[in-house]
């Protein structure tokens, strides 16, 4: 089992829809999340980081985290064709170390 | 632009071959990961130094070592390098010593082992 799962893709959505990308983690005593984007042939990027159960929005982007589940999801709202690139979540668990899922692949339509 | 520099930007190797990478931290960051990217997959997590000191590691072998300085830049070095080693190699900075361990990635070394 991998210690952060995620969605492939590719997801695509028309532009100004709403795309929901999900994430699960295996580590309940993982202390800390967060979601980056990755353009093709780019480093991550930061989009957000969440500690506490529930939902954290910055923007269009809306992250919710639910640890009882241990579940982690990005909503982004009004999806534009620039938001289209790979999406990965990560973890750090308790012993301090980090895990990224394998990311899912965002296709926004014009 | 986070901040956060890596040289070279791009390396070919042999098998065999011991490599070096280099990273710069974001101003007034004490910590830097490492991880690898193969194509396709998501960054694999090296070790993270922090005050000099390795502070975590994942599963990688011995022959992946790492150094951070007073300035708190970093090496990391792969000896005896394997065609598997090709990948895209990021640093990444953070404070965690400001409550928050948000990691802030440079832009990438691409390696190529032959």
């Known amino acids: ?110 | 632009e986070t901040g956060v520099t890596q040289s070279p930007t791009h390396l070919i190797k042999t098998r065999g071959q011991q490599v070096t990478l280099r990273c710069s931290s974001q101003s007034g960051h004490n910590t830097v990961s490492w991880y690898q990217q193969a194509l396709g997959q998501g960054p694999q997590f090296i070790f993270q130094y922090y005050r000099e000191e390795e502070n975590g590691r994942g599963n990688f072998p011995p022959r992946f070592s790492g150094l951070q300085f007073p300035n708190y830049s970093s090496e990391l070095n792969v000896n005896a390098l394997e065609l598997d080693d090709s990948a895209l190699y990021l640093c990444a900075s953070s404070a965690p010593d400001r409550s928050t361990d948000t990691q802030y990635f440079g832009p990438g070394t691409r390696l190529t082992v032959l």
């Open chain 1, 1 to 110: 089992q991998k210690e952060v799962e995620q969605n492939s893709g590719p997801l695509s959505v028309p532009e100004g829809a709403i795309a929901s990308l999900n994430c699960t983690y295996s580590d309940r005593g993982s202390q800390s999340f967060f979601w980056y984007r990755q353009y093709s042939g780019k480093s991550p990027e930061l989009i957000m980081s969440i500690y506490s159960n529930g939902d954290k929005e910055d923007g269009r982007f809306t992250a919710q985290l639910n640890k009882a589940s241990q579940y982690v999801s990005l909503l982004i709202r009004d999806s534009q064709p620039s938001d289209s690139a790979t999406y990965l979540c990560a973890v750090r668990s308790n012993f301090n170390k980090f895990y990224f899922g394998s990311g899912t692949k965002l296709n926004v339509k014009p």
